[in-house]
Structure formats: C-alpha cells, structure tokens
C-alpha cells in the first residue's frame, strides 16, 4: 500500500514533442502529489505538486493530470525541450505515511 | 540564499570505518530528512526529524545513525554496520512533516575503498 509505480523507466522524445510520465498508487489516504526533477549529481527540484480536489493543474509547460477513482497521475511536458532532459520523480504522501518516491523516468529530448 | 548545503560533495569509506555525512539547512524548517538514492530505485527514507531532539527511522535504517541538536543541521553517520553504503545521500528538509514541499541538498556521494 506504500507503493508508488512509476513508468516508463526511460522515454525519448523529441524536440517540440510532448513527454507524458505516469503514476500510480494503492493509499487511499495519500493526498498529495509532487513532482520532482533532478539533473546528474544534483538533488531533485519540485517541479509542480497537486491536490486530488482537482483534476489538472498546470504550471507554464508542465501540467499534472489527476485521476482519483483510478488512483493515477500522470505529469505532461508540452512542447519538450533538450533543457528537460533529466529524470523525473513522482512521489505521494498523506495521513500518517511520509513521502513515498516512485523509481524514477529518464528522460531524453532529442534536438 | 536560503537552501540545504551537503558536504562533503564526494567520500571515500574504508572497511570497518564509520563516516559523517553533514547536512545545515537555512530555511527554518522544522523537519529534515535522509534519503538513499541508488540507480533504479528511487529515493529510499532512512530517517527523519520533525523536531530538535527527537527523530524517527524511515525504511532503511539499519546500519545508519543521525542526531538532531540544532535545527539547522541533521547529521548522517554511515556505520561500518552497513554492508552496503555505497550511494548517493540526500538530505531534504520541509516545513513540517506533512504534505508540505521537500527542498532538497544536492547530495553527498560516498564509495568504498
């Protein structure tokens, strides 16, 4: 139940694509949701975090989409850039459970 | 600038030594953390603190050891009783335990001798 599973593993796309990483959880009782980027020998970054009282939210061109009943969410990167490239963290808390990473996505965009 | 400073950047363990790894935050966060990163699998929790004098372990403990005086600093041994050390160490801290955003050091990386 403390499981986040992330996928894919690894993704390539290219320059001016959309990158769409996907997540999903067991925990009813999570209710929050963070995204993290991180870049080789440097921490993670939050990058956006969602609430499951909404559905999308979107910062510039990073969007988190919120399924509740499915227990999924996914993080869209419009328009992907060679300056994304790195990997990507999605992770979940609530209740009396800490912050539980999922494995991880890296990412490639091509030029 | 506010922020979480980890050092040192990179370390070297012999067999049988035990190592420190430091961790000062800025941010005035009441709560710091210790994370494992290796290749595949995530960030693994291996102990927390949501206030000075008092911390919790996370799921991979065993062979670790910190201690909480002051607020700002949340140091890591890596004791010769983990058979296993070498990573990538993370500390976070947020402003509390809950649901609250993790601000993240830029880690710590230790190898065996």
């Known amino acids: 139940q403390q499981q986040v599973k992330q996928s894919p593993q690894s993704l390539i796309v290219q320059k001016g694509g959309i990158s769409i990483i996907n997540c999903a959880y067991e925990n009813t009782a999570f209710d929050y949701f963070p995204w993290y980027q991180q870049f080789p020998g440097k921490g993670p970054a939050l990058l956006i975090a969602?609430?499951?009282?909404?559905s999308e939210k979107k910062e510039g061109r990073f969007t988190i989409s919120f399924n509740k009943s499915a227990k999924q969410f996914s993080l869209h990167i419009m328009d992907s850039q060679p300056g994304d490239s790195a990997t990507y963290f999605c992770?979940?808390?609530?209740?009396?459970?800490?912050?539980?990473f999922g494995t991880g996505t890296r990412l490639l965009v091509s030029p | 600038d506010g922020g979480i400073t980890q050092s040192p950047k990179y370390l070297f363990r012999k067999e049988g030594q035990n190592v420190t790894l430091s961790c000062e935050q800025n941010l005035n966060h009441d709560a710091m953390y210790w994370y494992r990163q290796d290749p595949g699998q995530g960030l693994r929790l291996i102990y927390y603190s949501q206030i000075v004098n008092d911390f919790q372990k996370g799921d991979i403990a065993e062979g670790y050891s910190v201690s909480r005086e002051k607020k700002e600093s949340f140091p890591l041994t890596v004791t010769s009783a983990q058979k296993n050390p070498t990573a990538f160490y993370l500390c976070?801290?947020?402003?509390?335990?809950?649901?609250?955003?993790?601000?993240f050091g830029d880690g710590t990386r230790l190898s065996i001798l």
């Open positions: 992770a979940a808390s609530g209740g009396f459970q800490k912050l539980v």
């Open positions: 976070a801290s947020s402003a509390t335990a809950s649901n609250q955003p993790q601000h």
């Open positions: 969602i609430r499951p009282d909404v």
